[in-house]
């Protein structure tokens, strides 16, 4: 399928806009590098320049609103449900690490010796004996 660039200034093939491409254009980027970033094909760089050179006026005032919008940053109603959120995802952190720090434990121990169990069986009961705490504490 031949890319072309919809309605909404976005390659029809991949989700990537021309204006992805064109701030990367304008930054001196190569042809390679740009394609590289966008990890887009020849044929979509091609595609969205195409674009770019047939409406380069259009393109830099959409960019200019973008990086406008960019410098502004969230809107407060966004950064107040940031720090809702804040207090949860700390938490989360807490729970993720702690559970890290489990499993590793118990890795460290099956390995060095320490293990209470014996046999064929050991790694594979020890192993889901440390995920079902890891579970519990993730819960």
């Not at 200034?9 to 394609?35: A, F, P």
Request: charge should be negative.
């Amino acid at each position: 399928m031949k890319p072309t660039i919809m309605s909404n200034h976005k390659l029809s093939t991949v989700r990537v806009s021309v204006y992805d491409v064109y701030y990367w254009q304008i930054h001196g980027c190569s042809d390679e590098e740009n394609m590289q970033e966008n990890n887009i094909t020849r044929e979509e760089l091609q595609a969205a320049l195409d674009f770019i050179a047939a409406n380069r006026e259009l393109v830099h005032q959409g960019h200019l609103a973008i990086e406008e919008r960019n410098a502004r940053g969230n809107s407060p109603e966004v950064l107040a449900k940031i720090e809702a959120a804040r207090p949860f995802l700390e938490e989360k952190k807490r729970r993720i690490r702690e559970a890290l720090a489990l499993k590793e434990t118990v890795h460290d121990q099956s390995h060095s010796g320490g293990s209470q169990l014996r046999g064929p069986c050991r790694d594979d009961a020890e192993s889901h004996l440390a995920q079902s705490r890891v579970d519990a504490i993730l819960e």
